[in-house]
């Protein structure tokens, strides 16, 4: 089960619609490992696909939008491997344009979760008989 669906993608990264045939599942994939996955480890983003009403705020305003650039980034990378000569430097430079948005919904992504979720820190102290033991 994955976090957004295809007509999701679509209608965060693209102004004009396009077919959903055209965004590969594997792309998509990919993208969820590389940039989400990577970040917040697997672990916490099963919970997240389980209980996706408990992470509303990141799920909408910091996962989707990630995933969403970064999979129209790869697409459009494609259709400019794909392309005729002439279209070439037009696909070029509106890839780069959807990188740079790609790369700050990514940096937004990791100062929120770092803000939000800080890592578990464990101290030498022992917990016994639920008394703390310095």
């Not at 089960?1 to 965060?12: A, D, G, H, L």
């Not at 916490?44 to 990630?66: A, G, M, R, S």
């Not at 770092?114 to 464990?122: A, G, H």
Request: glycine share 2%; hydrophobic share 45%.
């Amino acid at each position: 089960m994955s976090i957004i669906t295809k007509s999701e993608i679509i209608s965060i990264a693209y102004i004009t619609p396009i077919d959903e045939a055209d965004l590969k599942d594997e792309i998509i994939a990919t993208v969820i490992n590389k940039f989400i996955v990577s970040v917040i480890n697997q672990s916490f983003y099963d919970e997240i696909v389980l209980y996706p009403e408990n992470y509303t705020t990141f799920i909408e305003t910091y996962i989707k939008p990630c995933i969403a650039f970064y999979v129209k980034y790869f697409h459009i990378y494609q259709l400019s491997l794909d392309a005729g000569i002439i279209q070439v430097e037009f696909l070029k430079n509106l890839s780069d344009e959807v990188l740079e948005i790609a790369t700050d919904k990514y940096n937004l992504l990791v100062n929120y979760y770092n803000l939000t979720y800080p890592p578990i820190s464990f101290s030498s102290k022992q917990l016994i008989s639920g008394f703390l033991i310095p």
